[in-house]
């Protein structure tokens, strides 16, 4: 195999977003975090508490979501969630920037939005991963097309003192020709772009449409040091049997990646 077990595991937080999620289901997820030792789980604010008396002493972290999905609480409202969520044992988050604002042109308030959550975090020691949602992004704005908008992003959150960038919330339905809801999440090229335009000091997340093993390499491949999933325990039951038939003799090929077609 190309990576350790232990490489691509500490790669993935296990998300447990959904908005049906019920208690017992989060407590399965946490579960499921500590069983396949796993970076972090990725939950709502108000689970966190739980979720870190559920995952101490099991070395998966706990992360929460900031002005989740859509970013649009004030900036103090983010703030305060992010100071509480941290109080409750938070030790990553998870914001969503303002695309209204963005999409507007108006980047110091995008910027000072960012700002707060990082200051706020970084003072009681967290992390903060900051989410574009690309899907709503790739006509660009503010005079910028997609690309220069989300490299512009990508800067902008660096000075603000993110320590991750990140596609997607897995949420960012967008609708199709066909008159659905769907959407790509974390594509190839936009990871690629994202990790080109932030320093080495700055981290990248992939979130959404990645369900398999081989999704999971090619995130790591593309520079890629985290990667938001649900679909926790195939990929990783999958890299054991691939794992197992290669000791065995038999290797075991990877699937051809399926980044960027939708779900989460």
């Keep these: 195999m190309k990576y350790t077990y232990e490489q691509l595991a500490k790669m993935i937080d296990h998300s447990l977003l959904h908005p049906t999620l019920t208690d017992q289901e989060l407590e399965a997820g946490c579960k499921v975090a500590a069983q396949y030792g796993v970076?972090?789980?990725?939950?709502?604010?108000?689970?966190?508490?739980r979720a870190a008396e559920l995952l101490q002493g099991t070395g998966v972290l706990v992360g929460a979501v900031?002005?989740?999905p859509h970013g649009n609480?004030?900036?103090?409202?983010?703030?305060y969630e992010t100071e509480l969520a941290c109080?409750?044992?938070?030790?990553?988050?998870?914001?969503?920037?303002?695309?209204?604002?963005?999409?507007?042109?108006?980047?110091?308030?995008?910027?000072?939005?960012?700002?707060?959550?990082c200051d706020e975090a970084h003072q009681r020691g967290a992390q903060v991963k900051v989410i574009f949602e690309n899907d709503y992004l790739t006509q660009g704005g503010a005079g910028l097309n997609g690309d220069e908008f989300k490299k512009k992003l990508c800067q902008l959150c660096e000075r603000a003192g993110a320590d991750w960038v990140k596609t997607s919330t897995g949420y960012g339905f967008?609708?199709?020709s066909d008159g659905?809801?769907?959407?790509?999440?974390?594509?190839?090229?936009?990871?690629?772009?994202?990790?080109?335009s932030?320093?080495?000091?700055?981290?990248?997340?992939?979130?959404?449409?990645?369900?398999?093993?081989?999704?999971?390499?090619?995130?790591?491949?593309?520079?890629?040091?985290?990667?938001?999933?649900?679909?926790?325990v195939a990929i990783l039951d999958d890299y054991r049997?691939?794992?197992?038939a290669e000791k065995a003799g038999r290797p075991a090929a990877e699937k051809s990646a399926g980044l960027g077609t939708g779900g989460y």
């Excluded at 972090?40 to 108000?46: G, H, M």
Aim: aromatic residues 6%; glycine residues 10%.
């Design 66 to 68: 900031i002005g989740f």
């Design 73 to 79: 609480a004030i900036t103090e409202a983010k703030r």
């Design 39 to 49: 970076a972090s789980v990725c939950i709502k604010p108000y689970a966190v508490r």
């Design 174 to 176: 967008v609708k199709q």
């Design 198 to 232: 932030v320093s080495a000091k700055v981290q990248v997340k992939a979130a959404g449409g990645v369900r398999d093993l081989a999704g999971l390499v090619k995130v790591r491949d593309l520079g890629c040091s985290r990667c938001g999933a649900s679909a926790t």
């Design 180 to 196: 659905s809801y769907n959407y790509q999440g974390a594509t190839e090229h936009d990871l690629a772009l994202m990790r080109a």
């Design 87 to 117: 109080q409750d044992g938070a030790v990553e988050i998870d914001m969503v920037l303002n695309l209204g604002k963005a999409l507007s042109g108006d980047w110091n308030y995008v910027e000072r939005d960012v700002k707060a959550v």
């Design 241 to 244: 049997r691939q794992a197992a």
